[in-house]
């Protein structure tokens, strides 16, 4: 069955840029039912959508977060990353990768990864 | 503050049946876009509980049932159980920010 994985630096200096994969496996990430999306969620706090990607490209964004924002899709991988540039520490979430039906549900979720920004 | 508002918390006695409301507006619920819930056990990622605003995915129970009414929709639980104990999220399509928006949680407590 697909199944999502997110990796990258679980700490992060404030102004730096944040840089998350989401791996693919189980299924093909250009599946043209879906987008692939990224969800955070501070500590304690609500899930916060970031933004979501079609294989093809095109994508948008939380507005916002939008002028930090790049989400980018490599299907000769089956991945898709998240870049999220001048992070402060509001910044500070589990993140999780997600596929997306159309521009509906999340259906399938990765386990998340928690980023720190921190100096 | 979200774009749809969910009660923090909710509670209810084993067997009993809640509900958990998800309240929007004329650029999301209102507009017909489909509401979804998520269940979050502590420690865990969001699971999809209910999808386009009544359909259950499979090997959800039929305990959880969704529904959906002019800028608001519902989840409800039915013979409430210890595990149903965790945070529940709505989440739609909003025209105007064009993109997708989550509710902020009902925190669901088995008395």
């Known amino acids: 069955q697909l199944q999502l994985q997110e990796s990258g630096p679980g700490l992060v200096k404030p102004s730096e840029t944040l840089s998350l994969t989401c791996a693919v496996s189980?299924?093909?990430?250009?599946?043209?039912?879906?987008?692939w999306g990224w969800i955070r969620q501070p500590p304690g706090k609500g899930l916060e959508w970031v933004g979501s990607i079609y294989y093809s490209g095109s994508n948008y964004y939380n507005p916002s977060l939008k002028s930090r924002v790049t989400i980018s899709v490599d299907t000769s991988k089956n991945q898709f990353s998240l870049k999220l540039s001048s992070v402060t520490a509001a910044d500070t979430a589990v993140y999780y990768c997600a596929r997306q039906r159309g521009l509906n549900a999340f259906d399938i979720w990765g386990q998340g990864t928690m980023v720190i920004v921190s100096s | 503050q979200s774009v749809l508002t969910q009660p923090p918390s909710v509670s209810g006695a084993p067997g009993q049946r809640v509900t958990i409301s998800c309240t929007g507006s004329?650029?999301?619920?209102?507009?017909?876009?489909?509401v979804h819930w998520y269940q979050q056990l502590p420690g865990t990622a969001p699971k999809l509980l209910i999808y386009?605003?009544?359909n259950r995915p499979s090997g959800v129970s039929d305990r959880f049932s969704g529904s959906k009414s002019g800028t608001s929709a519902s989840l409800a639980i039915t013979g409430l159980q210890a595990e149903d104990e965790a945070d529940y999220y709505c989440q739609s399509f909003d025209s105007s920010l064009s993109g997708s928006v989550f509710g902020g949680g009902t925190k669901l407590t088995v008395l």
């Open positions: 004329s650029s999301n619920i209102g507009a017909r876009y489909d």
């Open positions: 189980g299924g093909s990430i250009t599946n043209s039912n879906y987008y």
């Open positions: 386009g605003n009544s």
